[in-house]
């Protein structure tokens, strides 16, 4: 996985731990890694049902309002939470390693990532609306 370089607790205990900002900028990364190598994804599997090209569009959407929505909601830390997370995600090897991924692999990182992320934001959530009974 192109993701497999960056540093991310292993176990929601783990998660737990790690500063509320800290966490933030991990989902961050993960979303804006995850940019390019699904617009790549589309662009390159034309070929696919137009329901499952459309499916994937709607993913590659998706990432990218998920990734507005907590820039908006967290609202942005600091201002170079997002340079930073970009700047970031650009020194992962993005192209080459989305490119030469089988479509499996491909998605089995994407779940993997998405698992992580949707983790990281139920934690988040918690700890802003106690409330909740997490």
């Not at 070929?47 to 507005?68: C, F, G, R, W, Y």
Request: proline share 4%; hydrophobic share 30%.
């Amino acid at each position: 996985c192109h993701t497999s370089g960056m540093l991310t607790p292993n176990g929601k205990e783990y998660a737990q731990k790690i500063p509320r900002e800290e966490l933030t900028h991990l989902i961050l990364k993960l979303l804006q890694a995850w940019k390019e190598p699904l617009s790549h994804f589309n662009q390159h599997h034309q070929e696919l049902p137009d329901d499952s090209l459309s499916k994937a569009k709607q993913i590659s959407n998706m990432v990218h309002e998920l990734k507005t929505g907590v820039e908006k909601s967290m609202g942005i830390i600091s201002n170079s939470l997002n340079g930073m997370a970009s700047s970031e995600a650009e020194g992962l090897s993005i192209g080459n390693e989305a490119d030469m991924m089988s479509d499996s692999d491909f998605i089995h990182c994407f779940r993997r990532d998405s698992n992580k992320v949707q983790s990281y934001l139920k934690i988040l959530k918690c700890r802003i609306m106690p409330e909740n009974s997490c």
